[in-house]
């Protein structure tokens, strides 16, 4: 996968993208990350990449020249398929299922704004898609595009050590994850649960899926509603509501 990353404050993603799991997919070389200072595309000798909005009003806009030129300037896309993803607030609300959708493309461009908003012609002719990582606003995209990017990469293959790490997180599956446990067997008189060490495989599935069922109803009852259950995970689910 190559991602390009447009954004006035390149130097905040060195330490992220460099450690941890980012860092060993671009060594592998399942992902190239590049960081484009748009700043550089503004086609004026002040480099302003910002301008009072029309009709008045507080902040400033982006203008469109600088991200428009920016984007022009990559190298041409493989197959023409590249996502360009705005980062805003009044985006699609970034979610797991965007994530897995996100990890099948072969190149993303995210840009990261600043100040009040964007012009809105980079919305309506540039970008395909606009996220949002919640319902709050930052003072930039880039802390969004950081967690956009390390959500989509490790769904890559060969970036996880086994595919069911991220096959069982929380979301992918529908519900929360279930609880986990490892050494030692007892800590401070808090022990391991007995299904855990039985070495029953289908008695330790069902356990985990059990705990997961209650707490997505304990913690994200929402989730609930388009979950995928079997019969049997109906019944249970019943059970845990008490009825």
């Known amino acids: 996968m ?16 460099n450690s941890s ?25 002040h480099h302003q990449v910002d301008d009072y909005p ?6 400033m806009v982006l203008k469109p020249e600088p991200i428009f030129n920016a984007v022009e300037a990559l190298p041409p896309s493989t197959n023409g398929n590249r996502r360009i993803i705005l980062l805003c607030p009044q985006g699609e609300r970034f979610n797991q299922q965007k994530a897995e959708e996100l990890a099948k ?8 704004g600043h100040y009040e908003g964007y012009d809105e012609r980079i919305r309506e002719h ?3 898609d606009e996220i949002s990582i919640g319902d709050f606003v930052l003072t930039g995209g880039e802390l969004a595009a950081m967690t956009v990017v390390d959500s989509v990469v490790r769904l890559l293959p060969n970036v996880l050590g086994k595919s069911a790490s991220h096959e069982q997180d929380s979301f992918s599956t529908g519900l929360l994850e279930h609880p986990h446990y ?5 800590y401070r008189g808090y022990k391991v649960p007995d299904v855990l060490l039985s070495g029953n495989h289908a008695a330790i599935d069902k356990w985990r899926r059990d705990q997961s069922l209650k707490r997505t109803f304990d913690r994200r009852n ?22």
Do not use: W
């Not at 860092?23 to 000798?45: M, T």
């Not at 029309?54 to 902040?59: I, K, L, V």
């Not at 490892?182 to 007892?186: G, L, Q």
């Not at 929402?222 to 009825?243: F, H, P, R, V």
């Open 54 to 59: 029309y009709g008045g009003g507080a902040g």
């Open 182 to 186: 490892t050494r030692p067997v007892e």
């Open 222 to 243: 929402d989730l609930l509603e388009n979950a995928d259950l079997t019969e049997a995970e109906k019944q249970m689910l019943q059970s845990i509501k008490g009825l």
């Open 21 to 45: 799991i980012l860092k060993k997919a671009q060594e592998k070389n399942e992902v190239s990350i590049d960081i484009v200072n748009f700043r550089e595309y503004s086609g004026n000798k």
């Open 105 to 112: 493309e072969e190149e993303l461009v995210f840009i990261c």
């Open 126 to 128: 540039l970008v395909t």
């Open 2 to 17: 190559k991602i390009h990353i447009l954004s006035l404050f390149p130097e905040m993603f060195t330490g992220v993208f």
